[in-house]
């Protein structure tokens, strides 16, 4: 194959700074690989660093965290187009494989990356954000020789494919739950993240599913993805709901991942003494809440949860076997060139459940 030497791809210079720009197609060094992308997901954190949140940008409490100018985009699939014998041996891949990389570039010297937990690595190169690491919403992108590489199955739709991020963030988010059989599980948000969660949370066999979002048409999704219950939250008093389900109790695991301030104080009013809450969303403005709930009125397990470590084999399955309605998740597919409109049906939340670029088509 004969690779061009420029490319098409999005640049963020800055918040709600961000250019289709003409650069050259990246040079793999040695242990790298080339990869043509072949769709790219916009994550809600993508959204939340265009629009500026502390996060990514910093405030007087912490340092920037991303490094400008960068190509964003950290949920992606492709086909390798070149790479050397030490690549191709150590991720036992080929020239023409469709592959994904797990959305962190780990450093593989710091405290976290020695005993095992590379998500968590001091560097957190994630692709998008670093220079390291320059992310997918361009026509080619490279796999540091440090990335790990996953094979991803020729019968997925690119844009389903590109869910295996997603999918495996909320896989993670799962585990960190610890579900156990007879569990009342509640999973606030059904966006992408929260759909992940209800098909994971469902495969462990709790007695209850319950979805919340204050939309009809991601309720009826979620009950496709394996929620027995859905509760449309600006119709129905939660508490009351939940209290009825549980003999007063409470549920036993709350899963967040609507990204607002607002689920947090639900979560620990809807759950049980001696209840699990986890944490997966990226907020763009600060949560408050009565902490003496989590201690003295509760004593709760609080858990936060960082992408999808271990997980991506599984969330490839999942996709492969048909587990997830995948054609009703990913609402829009996208040129790069529209990678603006993108990232408003995004912001707009109402229009959109997945939306995916797709930089070579």
């Known amino acids: 194959m004969t690779v061009p030497s420029t490319m098409e791809a999005v640049v963020c210079h800055g918040p709600e700074d961000y250019r289709l720009t003409e650069v050259p197609v990246p040079t793999p060094g040695p242990g790298e690989a080339l990869v043509e992308v072949e769709a790219v997901g916009i994550c809600a954190s993508d959204l939340k660093c265009y629009h500026g949140a502390a996060k990514f940008w910093g405030d007087a409490d912490r340092p920037a965290y991303v490094e400008a100018p960068v190509t964003p985009g950290h949920e992606f699939v492709g086909r390798i187009v070149h790479l050397d014998d030490a690549a191709a041996d150590r991720w036992g891949v080929q020239v023409g494989d469709r592959v994904t990389s797990e959305q962190i570039v ?141 003999e007063g109790y409470g549920a036993d695991v709350y899963l967040e991942a609507s990204g607002h301030p607002s689920a947090v104080k639900q979560g620990l009013q809807l759950l049980r003494k001696l209840g699990t809450y986890v944490e997966y969303s990226v907020f763009r403005d600060a949560a408050t809440v009565d902490w003496t709930i989590i201690g003295d009125d509760k004593e709760l397990d609080i858990h936060g949860a960082h992408l999808g470590p271990h997980c991506w084999p599984a969330a490839l399955e999942m996709l492969a076997a048909g587990r997830l309605p995948m054609d009703r998740i990913c609402t829009h597919q996208l040129p790069l060139a529209d990678f603006q409109q993108g990232l408003e049906l995004v912001s707009s939340g109402t229009e959109s459940v997945k939306v995916t670029l797709l930089p070579n088509a």
């Open 106 to 246: 780990p450093c593989w010297q710091c405290r976290y990356c020695r005993r095992g937990q590379y998500w968590m690595c001091q560097q957190n190169d994630v692709y998008g954000f670093h220079q390291r690491c320059h992310g997918a919403m361009a026509q080619y992108m490279l796999y540091p020789a440090d990335a790990l590489v996953h094979k991803v199955p020729d019968s997925l739709d690119p844009a389903h494919a590109a869910f295996v991020e997603p999918l495996s963030c909320a896989l993670h988010g799962v585990e960190r739950g610890m579900i156990r059989f007879g569990d009342v599980v509640v999973v606030a948000g059904a966006g992408p993240i929260g759909l992940g969660m209800i098909a994971g949370a469902a495969a462990k066999s709790p007695s209850e599913v319950v979805a919340l979002d204050m939309s009809a048409e991601r309720l009826d999704l979620a009950r496709a993805c394996g929620a027995t219950r859905t509760i449309n939250i600006s119709e129905t008093d939660v508490t009351a709901a939940i209290n009825a389900l549980t």
